[in-house]
Each structure stands twice: as structure tokens, then as C-alpha cells.
């Protein structure tokens, strides 16, 4: 079974992956919002607003920097999951 690393990952596709962990601060701080955790919430959204911001330029200049951020962003997002350990993962049939 092999592993790929961020370093194996085209421009493109460190993008996609940093956008992706910036929509996941940002779905989770708005839920952080609706239990009252003011300081969570700002955390997440200001992480989420700021990896979007430079998600193209980072992955096309420094791999290095990409792995900081999304191990960053990992850890923020395993913080929440333990706070909020009732966040529904899944999708939410209505």
C-alpha cells in the first residue's frame, strides 16, 4: 500500500486540497456559531478566509508552506471535531 504526499500533488490539486480544508473552517465555524462559541467560530473563519485567499499562489510557489497550512488546518478542524464530538459528519436527510 504506498501513501501519497502533498509533495506528489500537482499545483492544481494542493489548491483544490487547501480550498477544500478553507470550505470545511468555514462550514465548521459556522456551526461553531450556532452553539455560541464566538472565539472558535472567529478562528476557524478568519483560517478558512485566509487559506482561500492565497490557496493558488501557495501551491504554485511553495510546496513546504502547503504541508504547514494543511497540517495547521487539519489540527484546527481536529480541535472542533473534539469540542463538537456531535457535529454530524454524514450528509442529514431532512
Request: aromatic share 6%; glycine share 4%.
Amino acid at each position: 500500500m504506498s501513501t501519497i504526499s502533498l509533495r506528489d500533488l500537482a499545483a492544481p490539486e494542493c489548491e483544490a486540497l487547501l480550498e477544500k480544508l478553507a470550505l470545511t473552517l468555514e462550514r465548521n465555524a459556522d456551526w461553531a456559531a450556532t452553539e455560541g462559541d464566538d472565539e472558535l467560530e472567529a478562528l476557524m473563519r478568519v483560517v478558512g478566509s485566509g487559506i482561500l485567499s492565497v490557496a493558488h499562489d501557495l501551491a504554485a510557489a511553495d510546496i513546504f508552506l502547503v504541508e504547514d497550512v494543511a497540517a495547521r488546518a487539519v489540527s484546527l478542524i481536529a480541535t472542533f471535531h473534539v469540542k463538537y464530538p456531535h457535529y454530524p459528519i454524514g450528509p442529514n436527510l431532512h
